[in-house]
């Protein structure tokens, strides 16, 4: 059977289940959250949260935000943990190996930390800051965070704080830093951003911007009406606009048809999963007539370079120069 990348002559899955940093759609939440925490790096901040609800690109922002960060000038060493389940020695020694330091498998998390300790006090790394990107941060536990808030604390006897710490998470994750164990991480978290979802603007972007990066040439074709009821079904969440997309061009691919209905659309509702944790199922949707298609896809906005935006439009780094 042929598959819908093959009927649609599309090179790659447009809209895929784990996040793609190459294929980043620069809408204004996320755009914007970017420039937030360029900011609190320039102002020196240590603690940032990061707040979005399941499915609204949380990791897929800390991926570029790593790619970006990696790119600029001047900015430090930067290390990202992924999950949870990094022990807080597996993050001791990702920071022992991010500013050089040799660790023996044997050691200790407190000899890893003296050793950090006394590499800072040295004063030729008094400015070499580190930026720890954490994602899932809700789901480390009690004794993980509080650990890790002795990263933020951590300083030097000249007042140098090496480490900024940005923290992407659930909203589940101010229950757990409001209690009475954490009460103090809460005050040090001064600055907060929240992602939102797309609006249906947003929401018709995102889907042509992911069918043309994947080689879609004029077809599929979604219609206004079908992504207006995707966007009232989604509430513009991109993982959810993934899913009931990925549906749709399975049963559009079947029945060959180039053109996305509302009828194609609710028949792709029984494969797509609709529900994240915590949400209500979605409602029936309302019988529409299809409205005819026009000649050629919307425009979609020219990416911007996202590097850029960090730190003030600080220059990237610069390639070995080539001898004549």
Same mark, same amino acid.
């Given at each position: 059977?042929?598959?819908?990348? #093959?009927?649609?002559?599309?090179?790659?899955?447009?809209?895929?289940?784990?996040?793609?940093?190459?294929?980043?759609?620069?809408?204004?939440?996320?755009?914007?959250?970017?420039?937030? +925490?360029?900011?609190?790096?320039?102002?020196?901040?240590?603690?940032?949260?990061? $707040?979005?609800?399941?499915?609204?690109?949380?990791?897929?922002?800390?991926?570029?935000?790593?790619?970006?960060?990696?790119?600029?000038?001047?900015?430090?060493?930067?290390?990202? *943990?992924?999950?949870? %389940?990094?022990?807080? #020695?597996?993050?001791?020694?990702? +920071?022992?190996?991010? $500013?050089?330091?040799?660790? %023996?498998?044997?050691?200790?998390?407190? !000899?890893?930390?003296?050793?950090?300790?006394?590499?800072?006090?040295?004063?030729?790394?008094?400015? !070499?800051?580190?930026?720890?990107?954490?994602?899932? &941060?809700?789901?480390?536990? /009690?004794?993980?965070?509080? =650990?890790?808030?002795?990263?933020?604390?951590?300083?030097?006897?000249?007042?140098?704080?090496?480490?900024?710490?940005?923290?992407?998470? %659930?909203?589940?994750?101010?229950?757990? *830093? =409001?209690?009475?164990?954490?009460?103090?991480?809460? #005050?040090? /978290?001064?600055?907060?951003?929240?992602?939102?979802?797309?609006?249906?603007?947003?929401?018709?972007?995102?889907?042509? &911007?992911?069918?043309?990066? @994947?080689?879609?040439?004029?077809?599929?074709?979604?219609?206004?009406?079908?992504?207006?009821?995707?966007?009232?079904?989604?509430?513009?969440?991109?993982?959810?606009?993934?899913? +009931?997309?990925?549906?749709?061009?399975? /049963?559009?691919?079947?029945?060959?048809?180039?053109?996305?209905?509302?009828?194609?659309?609710?028949?792709?509702?029984?494969?797509?999963?609709?529900?994240?944790?915590?949400?209500?199922?979605?409602?029936?949707?309302?019988?529409? !007539?299809? @409205?005819?298609?026009?000649?050629?896809?919307?425009?979609?906005?020219?990416?911007?370079?996202?590097?850029?935006?960090?730190?003030?439009?600080?220059?990237?780094?610069?390639?070995?120069?080539?001898?004549?």
């Amino acid at each position: 059977m042929m598959s819908y990348r #093959q009927f649609y002559r599309m090179h790659s899955d447009p809209f895929p289940l784990i996040p793609e940093v190459a294929v980043f759609f620069e809408s204004n939440t996320h755009l914007k959250a970017i420039e937030f +925490i360029a900011n609190c790096i320039k102002e020196k901040d240590i603690f940032l949260l990061v $707040i979005g609800d399941y499915g609204t690109g949380k990791t897929l922002l800390c991926l570029k935000l790593l790619e970006a960060l990696r790119e600029v000038d001047g900015i430090g060493n930067v290390i990202y *943990i992924p999950t949870p %389940h990094f022990s807080y #020695q597996m993050i001791l020694r990702m +920071i022992s190996k991010a $500013i050089g330091i040799d660790i %023996h498998n044997d050691l200790i998390d407190e !000899k890893i930390q003296e050793l950090v300790y006394e590499y800072y006090e040295k004063p030729e790394n008094q400015n !070499k800051k580190l930026i720890i990107l954490l994602d899932d &941060f809700q789901e480390h536990t /009690i004794s993980s965070i509080e =650990n890790i808030k002795w990263l933020g604390s951590f300083n030097t006897t000249n007042g140098f704080f090496p480490f900024f710490l940005v923290m992407f998470a %659930h909203p589940i994750i101010l229950q757990k *830093i =409001n209690s009475p164990v954490l009460g103090s991480l809460a #005050q040090k /978290i001064r600055k907060k951003y929240f992602l939102h979802a797309f609006d249906e603007l947003e929401t018709k972007e995102y889907i042509y &911007f992911r069918l043309l990066n @994947s080689g879609a040439k004029g077809f599929p074709y979604f219609q206004d009406d079908t992504i207006l009821e995707i966007y009232r079904l989604t509430g513009g969440i991109p993982r959810l606009i993934n899913s +009931i997309c990925d549906a749709c061009l399975v /049963i559009g691919a079947r029945e060959e048809k180039k053109i996305i209905d509302v009828e194609i659309l609710k028949k792709a509702l029984s494969l797509a999963v609709l529900e994240t944790p915590g949400e209500e199922p979605p409602t029936p949707m309302k019988e529409e !007539k299809p @409205s005819p298609p026009p000649p050629e896809l919307p425009p979609v906005k020219p990416p911007l370079n996202v590097s850029l935006l960090i730190l003030g439009l600080r220059q990237r780094r610069s390639a070995p120069k080539k001898e004549k």
